[in-house]
């Protein structure tokens, strides 16, 4: 189960609880509606956002972090380091968006028994590449989520899994390409790789496979 930080049906607490494995983002924002186990924490390792998590000790001391048991880095630092001075021409206002925390993910969770990895920049790269075919608009970076969603299926996922999406609502940074994501999740619901969380009671969509129990 990948949690998304967006919109969550009335009763998805207790089906993403009862999955094998719970994947969420950042501070968690989808705990409590989203319910509570929380296996893999995926982190912007870059810019503001992880500066904020690292800052003080509110996150490091947070109920879902406390649970989780590994933390996935979504940003190749050498990637984000080579984009820092095309930004710097095209979007100067994201002058701190490639400063590296990895080292500070990666302490915290050494000194806490946990497991930490970056995900490979050729994941984030092939997405530009399946993005790119899907026409977006000029964007920065795919979503975390998009890139969890790609390292999951490319790395984790065995044939007899199923891969579920909640909380996405392709929404949010004007710098990510959500319509594009949004499609782009879409083609692989309808090839069967993942499926979306809706309500229970909701129909099933013809051609996307929905998660109803």
């Known amino acids: 189960m990948i949690v998304g930080n967006g919109d969550l049906p009335d009763d998805a607490a207790g089906r993403i609880d009862a999955s ?5 983002f950042n501070d968690c924002r989808s705990v409590g509606r989203g319910g509570t186990k929380t296996d893999i924490i ?8 992880a500066l904020s998590m690292l800052a003080g000790g509110v996150w490091k001391s947070s109920p879902a972090v ?37 080292e500070g ?15 490979p920049a050729a994941v984030h790269e092939t997405l530009d ?3 790119l075919a899907l026409a977006p ?8 989520g998009l890139v969890v969603i790609a390292d999951v299926l490319e790395t984790m996922a065995g044939p007899d899994d199923t891969v579920v999406l909640a909380g996405f ?20 619901a309808r090839a069967g790789l993942v499926r979306r969380l809706h309500a229970a009671s909701d129909a099933l969509q013809p051609a996307i496979a929905e998660v109803s129990s």
Request: include cysteine; hydrophobic fraction near 40%; charged fraction near 30%.
């Open 20 to 24: 094998d494995i719970v994947i969420r």
């Open 42 to 49: 995926a982190v912007c390792n870059t810019g503001r956002p």
């Open 66 to 102: 406390e649970r989780a048991s590994e933390f996935w880095g979504v940003r190749d630092p050498a990637k984000f380091e080579a984009m820092r001075a095309t930004l710097a021409g095209t979007h100067p206002e994201l002058d701190d968006f490639c400063d590296d925390y990895t």
């Open 105 to 119: 993910f990666a302490t915290f969770a050494a000194v806490t028994g946990r497991r930490f990895r970056v995900i």
């Open 129 to 131: 590449d399946e993005l």
């Open 137 to 144: 608009p000029p964007y920065v970076v795919p979503s975390s």
């Open 169 to 188: 609502g392709h929404a949010g940074w004007e710098w990510h390409p959500f319509e594009a994501e949004r499609a782009w999740a879409d083609d692989l």
